[in-house]
């Protein structure tokens, strides 16, 4: 396919707003407040951001540029940027897989976001007790038909944007909603401020207290910094391989992590103070945004319209990265296969569905895969699924994706792209930062955790 015939963005500020619409969701809003309550809190955070900052921010520039220079799916990109089959593409089908599996699980969590807009719509949060809002968190989670029918809805909505084309449809919601969300979130901030537990909330957060930190604490700050920027499965590189020539690759890879670097300490900011003011414990799990928003909002004046606001953006930020889940499986089959856009999405969409049912009866007590089976570990499915793809998947992906940037692709090629159309990628000394990271830094610091993890370290006498 010609390169004109595969599309491109449609301004250069519609990659930004696609790929912060990919990287900013769940990720940020649900999943970071809630593993850095379970971790402790500080070290947590700062580990977090040296790995954003060393290997994601790295990582995030290497996919966009080999989806610019292939102009093809994650599958494709490897074999045409080597001239022929090679077994580097194995790095593709682990990213097709990896976002498989994680919109399973993912389509769930989003789905309660869709039913806290209806709860809060029909009055059903409004001037309840932390108490009682945590118990109503409880029932969803726990609750098989609220799961699968939003679980449903979700994957509906996601393969309905997507069979349309992402440009249209992305391109315009995340223009609206990236502000939109932001704005709200600092007026949140502010309001988060006032309250009495925010001192110590911001001693949680930035404070080092290493107490509660494990080696499998390292890793999961490591797999979050891959899942919260999108990277190891190709979603950065699809969305790269729609930008032209004069786009700034490194430019747009440092303004995608700082908007979602910003968004996750913000909302971490948010709802620790509501957590300390309420008396709850910051290691309340998966439900913290679930349970503390609401507290905030049954002591604002206008709570209920605060209440539908906030739940439609985090269902939206959901959408913006679910699209680019999807994408990654849906593009694999469109450019390689040679499907239509059309069965491409039905197939794919229908597939992660039926694999996300398991995930919808987690909290419940399906015979099956009801809270108390445990599939890895203490883990039951959802939590598998979750641990499975963010802490080795990506990671591993994210290995494969360095080394082929780093390594495999030739000298002159490598250079010349990474300063194309970029003032900062055209300074020596920052393309051979990014390179060294990525050849050395990077595949070392990914291995280490994972030996650490696996307890290879303690063996040797290393590690803990
Ligand atoms: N980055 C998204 C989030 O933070 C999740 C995601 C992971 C999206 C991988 C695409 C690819 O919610």
């Known amino acids: 396919m010609s390169d004109e015939g595969r599309g491109q963005w449609g301004s250069r500020i519609s990659f930004v707003l696609a790929a912060a619409g990919s990287a900013v969701g769940l990720g940020n809003l649900w999943k970071f407040p809630y593993i850095t309550g379970m971790n402790g809190g500080g070290a947590f955070v700062l580990i977090y951001l040296v790995c954003i900052l060393l290997v994601g921010l790295p990582i995030m520039i290497g996919e966009v540029l080999l989806?610019?220079?292939?102009?093809?799916?994650?599958?494709?990109?490897?074999?045409?940027?080597?001239?022929?089959?090679?077994?580097?593409?194995?790095?593709?089908?682990?990213?097709?897989?990896?976002?498989?599996?994680?919109?399973?699980?993912?389509?769930?969590?989003?789905?309660?976001?869709?039913?806290?807009?209806?709860?809060?719509?029909?009055?059903?949060?409004?001037?309840?007790?932390?108490?009682?809002?945590?118990?109503l968190f409880g029932e969803t989670y726990a609750d098989p038909a609220i799961n699968l029918r939003y679980h449903t809805l979700f994957m509906i909505f996601t393969a309905l944007i997507v069979v349309g084309g992402i440009q249209k449809g992305v391109e315009r919601a995340a223009r609206v909603m990236m502000p939109l969300l932001l704005v709200m979130l600092a007026a949140m901030l502010a309001y988060a401020t006032t309250l009495d537990g925010f001192g110590r909330a911001f001693d949680f957060v930035f404070g080092f207290h290493t107490d509660a930190l494990t080696g499998a604490g390292v890793l999961e700050a490591l797999g979050h910094s891959f899942f919260t920027l999108s990277l190891g499965m190709g979603a950065m590189l699809t969305y790269g391989s729609y930008l032209s020539r004069q786009d700034d690759v490194v430019a747009a890879s440092l303004a995608t992590t700082?908007?979602?670097?910003?968004?996750?300490?913000?909302?971490?900011?948010?709802?620790?103070?509501?957590?300390?003011?309420?008396?709850?414990?910051?290691?309340?799990?998966?439900?913290?945004?679930?349970?503390?928003?609401?507290?905030?909002?049954?002591?604002?004046?206008?709570?209920?319209?605060?209440?539908?606001?906030?739940?439609?953006?985090?269902?939206?930020?959901?959408?913006?990265?679910?699209?680019?889940?999807?994408?990654?499986?849906?593009?694999?089959?469109?450019?390689?296969?040679?499907?239509?856009?059309?069965?491409?999405?039905?197939?794919?969409?229908?597939?992660?569905?039926?694999?996300?049912?398991?995930?919808?009866?987690s909290g419940g007590d399906s015979p099956i895969f009801g809270a108390e089976i445990h599939w890895i570990g203490e883990r039951n499915w959802f939590d598998s699924f979750d641990y499975l793809a963010s802490n080795w998947m990506l990671p591993l992906g994210g290995l494969g994706i360095a080394a082929f940037a780093a390594w495999r692709l030739g000298d002159r090629a490598r250079h010349v792209a990474f300063a194309e159309g970029s003032r900062l990628g055209a300074i020596p000394a920052i393309y051979l930062a990014w390179l060294q990271l990525l050849r050395y830094l990077v595949p070392v610091a990914i291995v280490l955790v994972m030996l650490n993890a696996i307890g290879v370290l303690k063996k040797l006498g290393l590690g803990e």
């Open 258 to 361: 700082f908007l979602d670097t910003l968004v996750a300490l913000m909302a971490c900011l948010v709802l620790f103070p509501i957590t300390f003011s309420a008396g709850m414990e910051p290691a309340g799990g998966p439900g913290l945004v679930f349970v503390n928003m609401p507290i905030a909002f049954s002591g604002l004046p206008g709570g209920q319209v605060w209440a539908v606001l906030f739940f439609l953006l985090l269902f939206f930020a959901a959408l913006t990265s679910a699209i680019s889940l999807l994408e990654v499986a849906a593009a694999y089959f469109i450019d390689e296969r040679g499907w239509s856009r059309k069965k491409a999405v039905a197939v794919t969409a229908t597939t992660i569905f039926a694999l996300g049912i398991p995930s919808a009866l």
């Open 67 to 135: 989806g610019r220079m292939s102009r093809s799916s994650v599958v494709g990109t490897f074999s045409k940027l080597s001239d022929g089959p090679t077994p580097w593409s194995g790095i593709g089908w682990i990213g097709v897989a990896a976002g498989v599996v994680i919109l399973s699980y993912y389509s769930v969590v989003a789905g309660w976001s869709l039913h806290y807009v209806w709860l809060a719509i029909s009055g059903g949060l409004a001037e309840q007790t932390p108490e009682a809002l945590g118990q």
